[in-house]
């Protein structure tokens, strides 16, 4: 008798991934990074809280907050303790990506149930701030 027992199967002898996802996305956040940390200001401008949940292509959902309210401010992957989100919006990684770059209208992509925003609607549209600092 096996009680509390755990078994991996392997298909094809590859290995499980581990680590988190690659994001499209993910340079987004490395330029978001660099313009509050070179750019203080950014922080009495926005005065807000963001949290980014992003769906990838395989399930998984990452989340990345710019607090742009607390200084010096900060975009971290995860949560920041102590700190709640003002602004929450869910998106997949490539919409989101899309996005930042100007392939796709932010507001279309609300329109149309690409993306989810909850929290501070009318925070939302400081986003812009942070992106003209940080163009890739």
Not at 25 to 45: E, G, H, I
Not at 110 to 117: A, D, E, S, T, W
Request: charged residues 20%; hydrophobic residues 40%.
């Amino acid at each position: 008798m096996i009680n509390n027992a755990c078994v991996e199967l392997n298909v094809g002898g590859a290995a499980p991934s581990a680590g988190p996802a690659t994001l499209k996305s993910q340079p987004v956040f490395d330029a978001m990074t660099q313009a509050v940390s070179k750019n203080a200001d950014l922080v009495d401008k926005v005065k807000g809280v963001f949290q980014f949940n992003l769906k990838t292509a395989d399930g998984q959902t990452v989340v990345y907050t710019a607090d742009l309210k607390n200084k010096p401010g900060q975009v971290k992957q995860g949560t920041i303790e102590g700190v709640k989100p003002d602004c929450t919006l869910t998106v997949t990684d490539a919409d989101y990506f899309d996005m930042s770059t100007g392939k796709l209208n932010a507001q279309q992509a609300f329109m149309q149930g690409k993306l989810k925003i909850s929290g501070n609607l009318m925070l939302s549209q400081k986003l812009s701030l942070i992106q003209q600092s940080s163009k890739l």
